[in-house]
């Protein structure tokens, strides 16, 4: 019987086949796997697409929100990393192929399809054969057109994530608010991201064609947080990005990340920014953040998480109160005080998240009174915002 | 499957989309309406290979069934079709959840987007009033198809933001024509037919021992709730039960008590090609006999009853018990 099944293999076509060092094989396949999902309504999408041309293998792995590919190359740096005996593809059951993979036997691994698709996977003395799926059931990936391509570099990209990316809304009621909105114009990107109760703004300027011009692209800020574990810190490398009608993709030297656009139009968020101010301070944004990480130590036991700010002469004064537990207080210092006194509250975490995204050693306040929101932005103005909306409590 | 094969059945419907198609001009919600087994599912896939397929025929709008796009829509691999379908007695919360981030989002491989909700009478309100906003003012490049048997437990604010469709069922006697010409016993081809508008389903039925089987099981029991030879609840333990152990094929069976009460009716009202037990007539004009076309209508109120109860989990034994008491009290009182 066994005799009969190995001949009947030899007689069907060879689809694909390629051989491989474990080691690299695994490497790729675990950064394909974290686009993977069990919980997918797509039954092809349990699966990783598995490619072999001329030039390389290219894994694919995808939950239709962000897709990941990852190259792998036939040699690099006088190494050999695979060889190719016929170029074609397949897929695989993600979950299983990546369990099998990690424990092979061996230092490589050859991979050979049939034309039913049964793939063999022999690595030493051991051999799986697994059914495949057809490569052709398989999401096509927006193809890449080299002509409106931008680079940005990988650090200063992370950066743009962490300091936008935290306010975006986790609330379905307005779905595009659960992304980031980019906006391209005249070499610059700005991204912009609110929940309705802050906002968060950071503009860079890109390398790109003076021309390229793109409005309202919304990505959703979990495909960012993906992006940016994904993303290598050794900077200095530069990620290409491209934008096409339903996604924007990531690339960098082997690895493409592709993340759906949200649908509807971003608000406009520049008249949510006041222009003129009635109070400005200048003032350490570390001494700041501490002060209200300390004053939050009380609020957070209250449910809003609330503190209070009052202007003194020359500094400020911070603090909050719970009822059971007690009260703070504690005086800021400020480098420079302009326009009336004010009283404000506002909720600490919202604060602290946005202090803790500026570097920057000072930063400026402006305030239009208690009721206003108010603007932060580093002395040395690097492009960076923080709105936030006061709360009523005085 | 294509339209000219959807237009032999239901004609209007396969008119109405393939003209929108043709002019460019598709409605952004469809509601299918109609009862089960009329196409409604395949008409949505259909529509959907029409939306997607990329070698479309301009002139007959048939999608090619061949292309990467059609197939997938037939696999169900196709990203940028959502199909939902009730996991269970429900749809449940995540995947409403689901349905609302896949309307919020733009599609995977183009801006085009396809939805369908199967069964979508059962959608909680609240479910029901979120997706409200997306068919209102959905993106211009997105369709949605809402499919329901049961049309009027839909929200009217969502009803009245589709384009209704009505699939309508072949006549009864027309499927068991057809199915009696494919060499199927005439009574079981008029039971079938009776349960099932779809006629490969009913041609299924006919070839299934358990129907025939049921069938029998069911015309035991009439005779035994209207005579007096044989203590029908005993029956209903030793053969009913077994046979009928599984809500859905209870119901069935009670579908056939159903059929069996509307032929004795048929007979008072002098109406016998209606007649679906046709080879118990004797039995049935001797049931007629016996009792007023009052007690026979309550007796099919006292089946409705229990259906109701059967979809509402009671237990199958407690079900089928008071109902065959209903229908042997029935009976006595008339004696």
């Known amino acids: ?394 | 499957m294509g339209f000219h094969d959807l237009a032999k059945q239901q004609k209007t419907v396969s008119r109405i989309l393939t003209n929108a198609l043709r002019r460019d001009q598709l409605a952004h919600a469809y509601l299918f309406e109609g009862p089960k087994g009329t196409g409604k599912r395949q008409a949505a896939s259909l529509l959907a290979q029409a939306y997607f397929c990329q070698t479309k025929n301009d002139d007959t709008i048939e999608p090619c069934q061949e292309c990467v796009n059609c197939r997938r829509i037939l696999s169900g691999n196709h990203p940028d079709l959502v199909w939902v379908k009730p996991d269970g007695k429900s749809i449940k919360k995540e995947q409403v959840s689901n349905l609302l981030k896949e309307f919020s989002y733009r599609g995977v491989e183009s801006i085009r987007k396809f939805f369908v909700i199967e069964e979508a009478d059962k959608m909680t309100a609240q479910a029901a009033n979120s997706l409200l906003k997306f068919i209102e003012e959905p993106s211009p490049q997105t369709i949605a198809v809402l499919i329901t048997e049961q049309a009027h437990k839909l929200l009217d604010t969502i009803v009245s933001r589709c384009q209704t469709l009505t699939f309508i069922p072949l006549p009864e006697a027309q499927i068991a024509e057809q199915l009696v010409q494919q060499n199927i016993s005439e009574p079981l081809a008029k039971l079938s037919a009776a349960v099932t508008n779809d006629i490969d389903e009913a041609v299924d039925y006919c070839h299934d021992e358990w129907f025939a089987k049921a069938r029998q099981l069911v015309i035991q029991l009439m005779e035994g709730t209207m005579g007096q030879s044989h203590s029908p609840l005993l029956m209903i333990y030793d053969q009913f039960f077994p046979h009928f152990d599984e809500v859905h094929k209870l119901d069935i069976g009670l579908d056939f008590i159903l059929y069996w009460l509307r032929d004795i009716l048929a007979i008072h009202l002098e109406n016998e090609k209606d007649i679906v037990f046709i080879d118990q007539i004797d039995i049935l004009k001797n049931q007629a006999l016996k009792s007023s076309m009052q007690q026979i209508t309550g007796k099919m109120s006292a089946v409705l009853a229990a259906k109701k109860r059967l979809s509402a989990n009671v237990n199958l034994q407690s079900v089928m018990e008071q109902l065959v008491l209903r229908l042997q009290g029935g009976s006595h009182h008339a004696v």
């Open chain 1, 1 to 394: 019987m066994q005799d009969v099944m190995n001949s009947n293999n030899h007689d069907t076509a060879l689809a694909m086949k390629f051989s491989i060092t474990k080691d690299k094989l695994v490497e790729n396949v675990n950064h394909v796997m974290k686009a993977v999902s069990s919980k997918t309504t797509i039954p092809i999408l349990t699966g990783i697409k598995i490619t072999a041309s001329h030039d390389g293998i290219t894994l694919t792995g995808s939950n239709s929100d962000i897709s990941i590919k990852s190259f792998i190359p036939l040699e690099e740096n006088d190494e050999e990393y695979a060889t190719i005996e016929k170029t074609g593809s397949v897929v695989l059951q993600a979950r299983v192929f990546s369990d099998i993979v990690k424990k092979l036997p061996s230092e490589f691994v050859n991979i050979e399809v049939d034309s039913r698709l049964i793939t063999r996977i022999t690595s030493g003395s051991s051999e799986f054969n697994l059914n495949g799926l057809d490569a052709e059931e398989y999401p096509r990936l927006p193809l890449i057109e080299e002509g409106n391509v931008l680079h940005v570099r990988t650090d200063l990209l992370k950066h743009v994530i962490r300091q936008t990316g935290f306010a975006v809304s986790t609330s379905e009621t307005r779905p595009v608010l659960t992304g980031v909105n980019w906006n391209i114009q005249n070499g610059n990107l700005n991204c912009v991201a609110t929940d309705s109760h802050r906002l968060a703004s950071r503009t860079i300027s890109i390398d790109a064609d003076e021309n390229a011009e793109y409005k309202n692209i919304v990505i959703p800020g979990k495909s960012l947080n993906e992006l940016s574990k994904i993303l290598d810190d050794s900077s200095g490398e530069w990620v290409e990005i491209v934008i096409t009608e339903s996604q924007i993709l990531f690339k960098t030297k082997h690895l493409q990340f592709y993340s759906r656009l949200l649908d509807g139009n971003y608000p406009d968020t520049n008249r949510l920014i006041p222009t003129e101010s009635k109070t400005d301070i200048i003032l350490s944004t570390k001494a700041l953040l501490q002060a209200i990480d300390r004053a939050s130590l009380l609020a957070k036991e209250e449910r809003n998480n609330v503190v209070k700010f009052r202007t003194l002469e020359d500094s400020i004064e911070i603090s909050s109160q719970s009822a059971e537990l007690g009260r703070v207080f504690e005086n800021v210092e400020l480098q420079s005080l302009e326009g009336e006194e004010l009283k404000i509250s506002f909720s600490a975490k919202y604060m602290i998240d946005a202090l803790s995204r500026i570097e920057s050693q000072e930063i400026r306040i402006s305030f239009t009174g208690a009721m206003r929101p108010f603007l932060i932005r580093p002395v040395e103005d690097e492009g960076i915002l923080m709105l936030i909306l006061p709360v009523r409590t005085y």
